[in-house]
């Protein structure tokens, strides 16, 4: 047996386990994002720091004052309420770890979407460059929106694609979570409104889906219609 065929034996075990191959890639992404993570410094992101500062202040209960969409700072106030520090060095920590942590979390969602669509090697492809995509692996260690954005939206499209009510619904909860931390989530409601139409059911099935993810939406999306209407009195302003 060559060289050649050793390597391709060792792949064939890696795709055909598609759960080592997912670890191995997860603990790699990881290791990329904790050695390039600055942690002796501040935030590098001046966006990152503002939305830490929200954090603090919803995990106090107040929310006078917040943008519209406070998603991403809402999911962040829910880890500052675990600790009391004293400054914001940690909080700033806190808030790389996280973002860092479902940056990884996503990784296997990118495998099983890419899976319904290509072969199990593909989608295994697809995920390496999700997983090792620079300006990915960039926005994660800084702290910012994308991380959780990119995780709402991918579930979105996973259980929309799923088709069965119970799905349909987890759909368009993080399609309207996504709302929450990023206007353009709106695009998922569409997408997902989409998908329903292309479903092979029936029209009576198709419209009930269709109310039902408009309506879990406009529910997980609330907090930005509730912001707006106080701030604008109008919820859609």
């Known amino acids: 047996m060559n060289i050649t065929q050793k390597i391709e034996n060792k792949l064939e075990i ?3 386990n598609y759960f080592i191959t997912l670890t191995i890639i997860c603990l ?3 290791t990329l994002r904790l050695y390039f993570t600055r942690f002796e410094f501040p935030l590098e992101s001046q966006d990152a720091f503002l939305y830490l500062i929200q954090a603090q202040q919803i995990s106090n209960g107040n929310f006078i004052g917040l943008p519209n969409n406070i998603g991403w700072q809402v999911f962040l106030s829910i880890f500052f309420n675990f600790f009391n520090f004293e400054n914001n060095f940690e909080y700033m920590q806190i808030t790389r770890i996280i973002s860092i942590g479902v940056g990884i979390i996503t990784i ?3 495998y099983f979407i890419g899976k319904k669509f290509l072969d199990k090697k593909f989608a295994i492809l697809a995920a390496s460059f999700f997983a090792f995509d620079p300006n990915l692996i960039e926005n994660s260690i800084f702290g910012i929106t994308e991380s959780l954005f990119i995780f ?3 579930i ?3 259980f929309i694609l799923e088709g069965k009510l119970k799905h349909i619904i987890i759909a368009g909860i993080f399609s309207g979570l996504a709302f929450d931390i990023r206007l353009n989530g709106i695009v998922l409601l569409f997408i997902s409104l989409s998908s329903i139409f292309l479903l092979k059911s029936s029209s009576k099935k198709k419209i009930e889906k269709i109310l039902v993810v ?3 939406f406009i529910l997980a999306a ?3 219609f509730i912001l707006n209407y106080q701030t604008t009195s109008n919820p859609i302003g």
């Open 28 to 30: 790699v992404s990881l």
């Open 108 to 110: 296997p969602l990118v």
């Open 222 to 224: 609330s907090p930005f």
């Open 152 to 154: 709402c939206s991918l």
């Open 214 to 216: 408009t309506v879990m």
């Open 156 to 158: 979105t499209i996973f």
């Open 14 to 16: 890696l795709y055909s």
